[in-house]
């Protein structure tokens, strides 16, 4: 239901009644969309709000909302999340945070993201004893996805790549 018809689950949808009853219930993945809708239609500090008791159990809410903070401008708290991801999920310098990344734009663009580039000016990437902008980053081309990316720079264009879709 959720992969193929989000316009069903959002406002004025279809399933959108039974979907807020999984959201209340506890349901991790209708808590992430939920979330994930909620940053387009309210802002980010509802999904924030939203997706905070996935973390750190929950892979793609736990990244989300590293993102989401950094975009706010919250580079300590991002930092947090960011390190609570890393030691129960991936490594921030796995494959994995290719697909998590892919998943996260994805939904936000399968709800209608604006691509408005809201939070360009507050957005803050980490630069910390726990994340530092690669070394490497602008000796690379990243003109079409991240295939063949250098595992480095992986985190840092996939966070780059949220604010310009909100």
């Not at 000796?139 to 992986?154: A, N, R």
């Amino acid at each position: 239901m959720v992969t193929f018809a989000t316009c069903q689950i959002c406002t004025g949808g279809q399933f959108r009644e039974f979907f807020i009853k999984c959201v209340t219930a506890g349901n991790k993945n209708a808590m992430y969309y939920e979330g994930l809708y909620a940053a387009l239609i309210v802002g980010p500090e509802k999904c924030i709000r939203i997706l905070q008791p996935n973390v750190p159990n929950h892979d793609l809410s736990t990244l989300a909302v590293g993102i989401i903070n950094m975009c706010i401008g919250n580079d300590k708290e991002a930092s947090k999340l960011f390190q609570q991801f890393a030691a129960n999920h991936y490594d921030l310098r796995s494959d994995a945070i290719v697909g998590l990344g892919a998943d996260l734009e994805w939904r936000l663009i399968s709800f209608g993201a604006p691509y408005m580039n809201r939070y360009g000016a507050s957005f803050k990437f980490l630069d910390d004893e726990v994340i530092k902008s690669p070394s490497c980053l602008y000796g690379h081309d990243y003109t079409v996805d991240f295939e063949g990316s250098c595992k480095k720079c992986m985190l840092f264009w996939i966070c780059c790549n949220i604010p310009h879709i909100l």
